[in-house]
């Protein structure tokens, strides 16, 4: 007698399980739990596997009306169940058959497929449920509506933050006093006397005053940052359809100006040293935009668009900045705070 480690025997019955699983026929080898598990599905409606698509579905109606809980009558107290699982069995071979859109005819074939390659029951499995836990929406809908959705909050967001800044500046006197200069020359705000039933209440008047400020300053005041006037061009949806075109306009541009300035050696021009200087600052074009004229002008006079200016004068600033911080009363007293009364030192409240 041929004693066998127990390693040994493990082994020896898994491959006795796989070359007995790899030898059953098709109509034995289906698999439990897969479409209509131990049972064929061809043989569950009654109908052959070159069986048409209106073939399965008059097989399928015959014996739904027969055996649908609501219309079968079990002869004996303990046939409910039986039908019941009679009828989900129906259901599903003829969900599994059917073959009326792509999905179904993928699931037809897969199972076909399976009848004759039971061996490749990993793939069976694989197949069966990746149909089975696949989204029933098309993912690239859920994309589309998901970015129009951004879009939509990213507009409306920049509509109140854009509202906001313009009912701030028309509190604002120096602002507020401009535009009705500009309102009584343009003769918006002349108040001619009405009679009748023309005449308005002083508050009617008032609110159309404030309605034409209000336009006003809409007008002259170019907002910049994140409070400015919202464009559809900025919000998501905009700038991905639109990114190809400014992928493209960029490339040109940068391949003129490798061609103008790199190869034929030609001079800054004031637009491109602003250029330069903004990206030696790492400065947005909103945040450059929003700087003063003046300041603008100091850069370009210290040549700032040269590396090394600017980190000369980056240095300066830091400089000047220390200085100021040294000698301002307020940091006196914080660094005063931090060293007697700072984090990690224990006092007590006389109160």
């Known amino acids: 007698m041929v004693v066998f480690p127990e390693r040994s025997r493990g082994l020896w019955r898994l491959t006795v399980l796989l070359l007995s699983v790899s030898s059953l026929p098709a109509a034995t080898a289906l698999l439990e739990g897969l479409y209509c598990g131990t049972e064929v599905c061809y043989d569950v409606l009654g109908v052959s596997r070159e069986a048409s ?6 097989a399928y109606r015959q014996l739904a009306r027969r055996y649908h809980p609501d219309r079968y009558r079990p002869e004996e107290p303990g046939d409910e169940e039986n039908t019941h699982t009679k009828f989900l069995l129906i259901a599903t071979a003829y969900e599994t058959l059917k073959a009326s859109n792509g999905s179904d005819e993928d699931s037809r074939r897969d199972y076909d497929y399976m009848l004759d390659h039971p061996e490749e029951y990993y793939q069976h499995y694989y197949a069966y449920y990746r149909r089975r836990l696949a989204p029933k929406v098309d993912v690239r809908i859920v994309i589309l509506v998901t970015i129009c959705a951004i879009s939509a909050v990213q507009y ?11 009912n701030y500046l028309v509190t604002v006197p120096k602002y507020r006093i401009q535009a009705t200069e500009i309102a009584k020359q343009q003769g918006l705000l002349s108040r001619t006397k009405e009679k009748g039933k023309n005449r308005r209440s002083k508050e009617e008047i008032r609110e159309q005053e404030e309605e034409v400020i209000r336009d006003i300053i809409k007008n002259k005041i170019d907002i910049k940052g994140g409070y400015q006037k919202p464009s559809l061009s900025d919000i998501l949806l905009c700038k991905m359809v639109l990114f190809p075109f400014y992928l493209s306009r960029y490339v040109a541009w940068y391949a003129r100006w490798v061609y103008r300035f790199t190869v034929c050696r030609e001079e800054y021009g004031e637009e491109e040293k602003l250029y330069l200087i903004r990206r030696n600052m790492k400065l947005s074009q909103a945040q450059f935009d929003s700087l003063e004229e003046n300041a603008k002008q100091t850069f370009l006079e210290k040549q700032l668009w040269v590396r090394e200016n600017y980190e000369a004068y980056r240095k300066e600033r830091e400089e000047e900045m220390k200085a100021k911080l040294a000698t301002d009363p307020k940091m006196k007293r914080y660094r005063r705070w931090m060293k007697n009364e700072g984090p990690g030192r224990l006092t007590f409240a006389d109160d």
């Open 156 to 166: 409306v967001s920049w509509c109140s933050s854009y509202n906001k800044a313009i």
């Open 53 to 58: 698509k209106a073939e399965i579905a008059r």
